[in-house]
């Protein structure tokens, strides 16, 4: 008896462990593998010269936290000799001279807007099944539980921009 | 009053000294005897060490380690005050032991039964207060006496119980160093892993077990994902996030079992749907969520009945 009581005194004195954060978990994991990825994609697109001059510039166009997490990683690390910029738009007015420009679910609507006005500057990426065909050059996707990448080599080659190896080699989908 | 009652107890506890013929009249055993019946423990254990040495066969008799051992005992408990580090416990339970492998026709069996059965109970108690990420150790060394010595005593007695609440409680412990410390010693994550296994393996159905497997294998997903650094080499980056993905799905059925057992635990849908939402399989992360915000919403439905039957009776 007095075996069980002192047990269950145990009990009292010590807590459960809790999940931490969970959902909101989740959304921060997912910004910051997108915002690596954005990283690693400016690191690894060949830039011709004319891009090579400046700030370099990675715009984030409706995604307030994606923004905030690239903006606190990536402002003023380099790519290359420039400094990475991360700006946040929340009108297509406001785009110009980005080198790689996130585009969220919510304003995809206006992608094509956004493609003629950049059409021969912009990286633009985002995140929507076939967004490729509507004139993304890097568009995320989920394939086995994990955040991957496919990219429009064709589109980007016209631009004048070179994938470099390591993105054909690890990009779900090449079109 | 009392004092006399004592001395009656005592004489009568150690009547076969005199009465059985068991010893020849030893002096030292004597004086030792009056002078636990004074209170004088050290003193009786004195007077016990000499006549060990000097009274011929006491050695070979169950009742001289059964005095012996009561005399450590009040040692423990009235001079050491029960400190974890007393000696006299050691002592006692060495010369408890010795009494009762001598004790051929179980004379002092069920007293001497009882005094390691408090005792295992004191290391018990030492176990609890020296579970935390510094005493640890101590309280896994105490917990190990308690579990022999309670076995010893009571062979026939389940533990299981104890084993479960122990496991489960060290590794807390385990998992609270492994989060606190900047290197994350995975270590600690695989000893409290191992734990709550220990723990399903004797009860599979455990809740407490089940929710903490999930939880430690989740935050490990997390951890890896949010330890990234943010200029990490993309090759290095893809293999964390498979990791990452390995340990959410790992966490899945350990905390789809918690919710079988739990179905109405909202830290556990949460759980879930935190996975999920991690899995990128949002279907099912809405699924959890509404399951939520249905409880949520029941749970307010109940705290209300009561003030709306108030009302009523107004």
């Known amino acids: 008896m007095l075996i069980s009581l002192k047990i269950v005194s145990m009990f009292l004195f010590l807590p459960m462990m809790t999940v931490v954060g969970q959902v909101d978990d989740a959304t921060k994991a997912h910004n910051k593998i997108k915002g690596i990825y954005m990283y690693q994609f400016a690191k690894l697109i060949n830039w011709p010269k004319e891009f090579r001059s400046g700030d370099f510039i990675i715009g984030v166009y409706g995604d307030e936290p994606l923004y905030k997490q690239m903006s606190s990683a990536y402002n003023d690390k380099l790519i290359g000799n420039q400094k990475i910029k991360v700006d946040r738009y929340i009108s297509t007015s406001e785009i110009s001279n980005c080198h790689i420009l996130y585009v969220s679910e919510k304003k995809i609507g206006n992608l094509e807007k956004i493609r003629k006005k950049n059409k021969t500057k912009t990286i633009i990426v985002g995140q929507q099944e076939g967004l490729l065909s509507k004139g993304a050059a890097i568009n995320f996707v989920i394939k086995d539980s994990r955040i991957k990448f496919e990219i429009n080599k064709t589109s980007v080659d016209k631009q004048g921009l070179i994938f470099g190896q390591t993105l054909i080699k690890l990009a779900s989908d090449i079109l | ?314």
Not at chain 2, 278 to 295: A, G, R, S
């Open chain 2, 1 to 314: 009053m009392i004092a006399h009652i004592k001395t009656i107890l005592i004489f009568i506890l150690f009547i076969p000294i005199i009465s059985s013929g068991q010893n020849k009249y030893c002096i030292y055993e004597f004086k030792a005897l009056k002078a636990y019946d004074d209170k004088d423990y050290l003193t009786a254990k004195a007077y016990m060490d000499s006549a060990l040495v000097t009274c011929f066969d006491i050695k070979e008799k169950a009742y001289t380690w059964h005095v012996l051992g009561f005399i450590y005992y009040d040692i423990y408990k009235k001079i050491d005050k029960k400190d974890p580090s007393s000696l006299a416990r050691e002592k006692t339970i060495e010369s408890i032991k010795k009494s009762l492998e001598l004790d051929t026709i179980s004379e002092f069996e069920k007293l001497n039964k009882k005094v390691l059965v408090n005792l295992a109970i004191s290391y018990w108690n030492n176990s609890v207060t020296h579970l935390d990420t510094i005493n640890y150790e101590k309280a896994i060394s105490f917990y190990n006496s308690y579990v022999d010595l309670y076995s010893f005593a009571n062979p026939d007695y389940n533990l299981e119980q104890s084993e479960i609440i122990f496991n489960q409680e060290l590794a807390y412990i385990y998992d609270k160093k492994f989060l606190n410390t900047q290197s994350k010693n995975e270590d600690y994550f695989n000893q409290a892993v191992k734990l709550h296994k220990k723990v399903l393996s004797i009860d599979s159905l455990n809740y407490k077990s089940n929710m903490a497997l999930g939880t430690l294998y989740y935050n490990l997903g997390v951890m890896y994902i949010f330890a990234l650094e943010d200029d990490i080499d993309m090759f290095k980056f893809i293999e964390a996030q498979d990791r990452a993905v390995d340990n959410f799905k790992i966490s899945l059925p350990y905390l789809k079992t918690a919710y079988q057992i739990q179905p109405n635990d909202k830290e556990t849908i949460t759980g879930i749907a935190g996975v999920y939402h991690q899995l990128h399989e949002t279907e099912k992360f809405m699924t959890y969520m509404n399951l939520l915000e249905d409880i949520k919403s029941k749970d307010k439905e109940k705290e209300l009945e009561p003030k709306l039957n108030k009302e009523e009776d107004k």
